[in-house]
T-cell receptor, first 116, second 117 residues
């Protein structure tokens, strides 16, 4: 079974709709991240969470919100979807630095979102 | 400003030929450096990472990368490319644990590798 799972894998929605993307992990990591990938732009950080009570904005958080329901679950919401939020979204996890391994991040398979 | 640049958007090599993908970074502190690969329809898989020590690091699938502080570079190499290496490759830089930017990876734009038979 995959260590980091994302649901749904593909989603088509309409402008103005609220949608939620979900991420679950079995790696036991404290840290979780949401990125979006756009052609030619690489990956950009939307939100990140270092533990259940710690949520931080990333580079491009406008129009998004997150919820860390448990150590293993981190959800991304688009409150009112717009077409320029069409992208590939990745969830990632990493262990805490105290483990001595730095910030190696492990990625889920991605959710492809199309906003019409 | 912190940034990662992958100068080559698209590279085509023949199967069996050598490969070098370029990565340059701008980072104010000691960087942690990574290379990830994304196969079509897949998530990102870690190829290798550099934290400290030997500047030539070995990764999975026969890849290696060399950290050159003087050139702010972390280029990825493979001596003989296989058709299955066709994918998109991302270089990323992160902060040392304990710094204010810890946990945040900055990614380059990616390089798409095409392998000719």
């Amino acid at each position: 079974d995959a260590d980091v799972t994302q649901t749904p894998r593909n989603r088509i929605t309409k402008t103005g709709k609220r949608i939620m993307l979900e991420c679950s992990q079995t790696k036991g990591h404290d840290r979780m991240y949401w990125y979006r990938q756009d052609p030619g732009l690489g990956l950009r950080l939307i939100y990140y969470s270092f533990d259940v009570k710690d949520i931080n904005k990333g580079e491009i958080s406008d129009g998004y919100s997150v919820s860390r329901q448990a150590q293993a679950k981190f959800s991304l919401s688009l409150e009112s979807a717009i077409p320029n939020q069409t992208a590939l979204y990745f969830c990632a996890t990493s262990d805490s630095p105290s483990q001595g391994w730095g910030e190696t991040q492990y990625f889920g398979p991605g959710t492809r979102l199309l906003v019409l | 400003a912190q940034s990662v640049t992958q100068p080559d958007i698209h590279i085509t090599v023949s199967e069996g030929a050598s490969l070098e993908l370029r990565c340059n970074y701008s980072y104010g502190a000691t960087p942690y450096l990574f290379w990830y690969v994304q196969s079509p329809g897949q998530g990102l898989q870690l190829l290798l990472k550099y934290f400290s020590g030997d500047t030539l690091v070995q990764g999975i699938k026969g890849f290696e990368a060399e950290f050159k502080r003087s050139q702010s570079s972390f280029n990825l190499r493979k001596p003989s490319v296989h058709w299955s290496d066709a994918a998109e490759y991302f270089c990323a830089v992160g902060a040392k644990p304990g710094s204010s930017n810890t946990g945040k990876l900055i990614f380059g734009q990616g390089t798409t590798l095409q392998v000719k038979p």
